[in-house]
């Protein structure tokens, strides 16, 4: 079978069907100099007594956890980020052995309050923040879970709003480090947002229908990306989205049962491009390269409705 076939599949877990089948379309569509001190282009940590932050979510293991440990051997301030705190702190121990500075921060995403609570003691620590990299995800919950405490569908939630509003809480941070980047680590697996149904309800995992929680997400990060780019024109503050690597050797491939085929090191390397580079603001990079999106990125009607629907969501609206 082509690798770019439909499978057939049997699972009897629909998600470990649909999240393979999300992860095969992608692969068949068409994806490092650090920053002076506030410029994240360009920052050379060493050069200025400034030492640069960055906070790198969902890095207590996978690609996040080697690109919190590149931006350690950099020169960043790094701030780990995520549940497991024993992994954590040994993400933390990795990078001050290697004579980085790092400090662990924990917050689950399915709990909007966890994110506000991370941003609020980020804030309280820190004046500026040179590089926000939105990377932790999942490519399904664990159990039954329909809703979070927030209301919200849990893949939703964990992949693109908590990072919606993480970014907006730390927004102040960037703005004072600008120049300064955020990287939303979406994926080549993208499916439209339904604005009638957000939430999946009239959603049923199917045979041959791709893992929708998970694209729906992915493609909801590159709107965001491609939103806040031109609200932040001019401020010195870019983002950018991209698709890392397909089926890296990580928690999230093997716990859906697909073969790797790419290295960590491969996304990193895609991510680092993005940390380092004279990329610009508001671009979809596919591994090294730009590359096509969903046209639904490129609606500006949908970036708006998503926009808004995610300001009442996290609950921002004035
Ligand atoms: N792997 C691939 O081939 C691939 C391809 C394209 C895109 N991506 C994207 O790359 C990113 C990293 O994926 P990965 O493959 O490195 O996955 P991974 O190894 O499973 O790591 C996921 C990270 O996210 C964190 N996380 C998960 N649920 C969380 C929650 N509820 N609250 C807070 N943090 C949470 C985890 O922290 P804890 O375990 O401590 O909770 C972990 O650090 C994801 O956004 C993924 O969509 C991956």
Redesign the pocket.
């Known amino acids: 079978m082509s690798e770019c076939m439909t499978p057939r599949l049997s699972s009897p877990n629909a998600w470990i069907v649909s999240i393979m089948l999300a992860f095969m379309l992608a692969a068949c569509q068409g994806d490092p100099s650090p920053p002076e001190a506030g410029d994240a282009a360009a920052a050379d940590p060493e050069s200025d007594s400034v030492v640069p932050v960055a906070l790198v ?8 956890e080697e690109v919190a440990t590149r931006l350690g051997a950099m020169g960043y301030h790094v701030i780990v ?4 705190i024993e ?2 702190e040994a993400v933390v121990a990795a990078i001050e052995s290697a004579d980085g500075s790092a400090e662990f921060r924990r ?4 709990e909007l309050q966890q994110v506000r609570e991370l941003a609020v003691g980020i804030r309280e620590d820190f004046d500026r923040l040179e590089l926000l990299i939105n ?4 490519g399904s919950v664990d159990g039954e879970m329909e809703r979070t405490v927030d209301g919200v569908e849990p893949v939703f939630q ?2 693109y709003l908590a990072h919606f509003l993480l970014t907006e809480e730390l927004l102040p941070l960037l703005r004072a480090a600008a120049p300064a980047r955020i990287i939303n ?3 080549a697996a993208q499916a439209a947002i339904d604005f009638d149904d957000v939430m999946l309800e009239r959603w049923e995992p199917v045979e041959g229908q791709i893992g929708r929680p998970y694209a729906q997400s ?1 493609l909801a990060q590159i709107l965001h990306a491609f939103d806040m780019a031109e609200r932040l024109e001019g401020t010195g503050v870019t983002i950018n989205a991209l ?6 050797d ?4 093997r716990r859906a049962g697909i073969e790797p085929r ?1 290295t960590v090191d491969e ?1 990193a390397d895609a991510v680092m491009q993005l940390v380092t580079d004279d990329v610009g603001s508001g671009q979809y990079y596919r591994d090294m390269q730009p590359a096509q999106v969903h046209e639904q990125a490129d609606d500006a009607e949908a970036r708006r409705k998503l926009r808004e629907l995610s300001l009442e969501l996290a609950d921002l609206v004035q």
Not at 57 to 64: A, D, E, K, N, P
Not at 107 to 110: G, Y
Not at 135 to 138: D, M, Q, S
């Open positions: 979510t969902g890095s207590t293991r996978g690609l996040g980020h995520g549940r497991n992994r954590g917050a689950d995403f399915l990377n932790a995800g999942i964990v992949n680590v979406s994926s992915k698709h890392p690597a397909t089926f890296m990580t928690y999230m491939v790419a996304g």
